[in-house]
């Protein structure tokens, strides 16, 4: 795919130090961001890379297939579960829990 900018450099994963839900929060300013919906971040973010693993690098737009456009996040805590369950349902979370 054709990224806007590279998914590793300063303004992707920061040379692959950060990954996945990471590089999704730090595109938010606490201060001011708040409220949005899931609407607005995948229009204004949509085309930007998102690296989930080492491997695998996809679209702040694939994310969000799973999220209604019109799901209001008010706090960091309401968008981190969100988006959370999001990249589990599609199989984006890298590290799997084991049910006893």
Do not use: C
């Amino acid at each position: 795919m054709d990224w806007p900018h590279d998914p590793d450099g300063e303004q992707g994963s920061e040379g692959r130090r950060n990954y996945g839900h990471a590089v999704l929060a730090k595109k938010i300013d606490e201060e001011e961001d708040f409220p949005f919906t899931a609407g607005e971040y995948a229009e204004q973010y949509g085309d930007h890379p998102i690296r989930i693993d080492y491997e695998r690098v996809v679209s702040v737009e694939e994310i969000f297939e799973g999220i209604d456009d019109d799901e209001q996040f008010e706090t960091f805590p309401e968008f981190h579960k969100v988006v959370g369950k999001a990249l589990r349902e599609a199989d984006y979370w890298p590290y799997r829990l084991k049910h006893a």
